[in-house]
């Protein structure tokens, strides 16, 4: 049985310890840096699988105080957003629809919210397959943006007026 909860306090080592165990695929963080995430966003949730916390997903509005350069780019140029952070699924979580159940939960809040576009990026090196064919599933348009840094180039999806 799959539920969603809003995030509270009484998980952040939970949203700590996914995060962290998800990388490459998302970013680490430390406390000080997950902290202010979760302050500034505009969707925090986690996913239940029989009722065991299994992931989460985190978005943020535009224009906050957050050193990511593609995030920066992005809200320079778009506005009334949500930005997917980040989406972590612990590893014996995964394949049972907890994405897919996080996804159709945010689409349905941004249209709620009257946000015009969900916006996201995803890695192209190394190469993420899975990652893209699950955000094809969800109408996401790919436009690339060749961003040299680290080894690490990104891809980046978004969803236009759904509204």
């Not at 979760?38 to 029989?50: H, L, M, R, T």
């Not at 014996?92 to 689409?107: E, H, R, S, V």
């Not at 349905?108 to 699950?134: A, H, T, W």
């Amino acid at each position: 049985m799959i539920h969603l909860q809003n995030y509270t306090d009484d998980f952040f080592s939970f949203l700590l310890e996914s995060n962290n165990v998800n990388k490459p695929e998302v970013g680490s963080l430390d406390e000080e840096k997950l902290q202010l995430l979760i302050d500034q966003a505009n969707y925090c949730k986690i996913v239940f699988y029989n009722n065991d916390p299994a992931g989460f997903l985190l978005c943020l509005p535009e224009k906050i105080d957050y050193d990511s350069m593609n995030y920066e780019w992005i809200s320079e140029r778009y506005s009334n957003f949500m930005y997917i952070d980040r989406i972590s699924v612990m590893q014996k979580f995964q394949n049972k629809q907890l994405g897919t159940a996080l996804y159709d939960d945010l689409i349905q809040c941004s249209k709620e919210e009257n946000y015009d576009m969900i916006l996201c990026e995803v890695n192209i090196y190394p190469p993420n397959p899975g990652s893209i064919r699950f955000h094809k599933r969800f109408d996401f348009i790919e436009w690339v943006r060749n961003l040299q840094r680290a080894e690490k180039s990104k891809s980046n999806f978004f969803l236009e007026n759904y509204n």
